[in-house]
């Protein structure tokens, strides 16, 4: 599986976007991007993925570049409840999930 | 909304004692997964199982660790003599199929004392 490099943290207003990046200049072209959280020690929460084409869903977007060497992640209004680590990994389909160290998103009031 | 189920919450065990933890997959799913988490490190993989079978494992995955499906419904992970290093968040998760997304339960704590 390709390796991701993110940013250790990063700080965010609540009610502003947060904007999480992710770089994957090695990914191959059937390795899909996905986006997981993990809030305290609770379960990884899926977010989103996407192969090519930028993705939306209720939680947040996910916009790929075109050479698809990095992404980012849109949290569109982020609330206190999004503080958590963020997971940006990329995986062949049936395989399994790599978790990196993520980064450390920290909503402030 | 349907959720990977994890019993117990946390267990408590001394060394060298066999445990079983249990997770209830999403009904609909046909692939399982088991994660760990050791205190402060990453979310590593241990196994993936599909149609009655271990499809893929990680070095962690040695002969102390089992896993089974027992009655289309559960689907546990079986350590057979616990070690001190074992302690970790255990995490089952489960997905469609294989191309889909994983969604992980809540987590089992388990305790080596």
């Known amino acids: 599986d390709a390796k991701t490099t993110q940013p250790t943290s990063m700080d965010c207003a609540e009610g502003r976007a947060a904007n999480l990046p992710c770089n994957h200049s090695?990914?191959?072209?059937?390795?899909?991007v996905y986006w997981y959280r993990q809030i305290h020690s609770q379960g990884p929460q899926y977010i989103i993925h996407?192969?090519?084409n930028n993705e939306t869903n209720e939680m947040a977007s996910l916009i790929i570049t075109e050479d698809r060497k990095s992404s980012t992640l849109i949290l569109p209004h982020a609330t206190l409840r999004d503080t958590a680590v963020y997971y940006c990994i990329v995986r062949v389909a049936t395989r399994k999930l790599t978790f990196g160290q993520g980064t450390i998103l920290t909503v402030h009031p | 909304e349907p959720e990977v189920t994890q019993t117990p919450s946390h267990q408590v065990t001394q060394m060298g004692q066999e445990v079983i933890l249990r997770c209830v997959p999403i009904s609909n799913h046909l692939y399982f997964y088991w994660y760990r988490q050791i205190l402060g490190q990453k979310v590593e993989f241990l196994v993936s199982f599909y149609n009655n079978e271990i499809s893929e494992k990680s070095e962690i995955f040695d002969d102390q660790f089992s896993v089974e499906r027992p009655d289309g419904s559960n689907f546990t992970l079986k350590i057979r003599s616990t070690k001190l290093e074992d302690s970790a968040m255990y995490f089952c998760?489960?997905?469609?199929?294989?191309?889909?997304?994983?969604?992980f339960g809540q987590g089992t704590r388990l305790t080596v004392v």
């Open positions: 996407g192969l090519k």
């Open positions: 090695t990914i191959s072209g059937n390795e899909y």
């Open positions: 998760a489960s997905s469609v199929d294989g191309n889909t997304e994983a969604f």
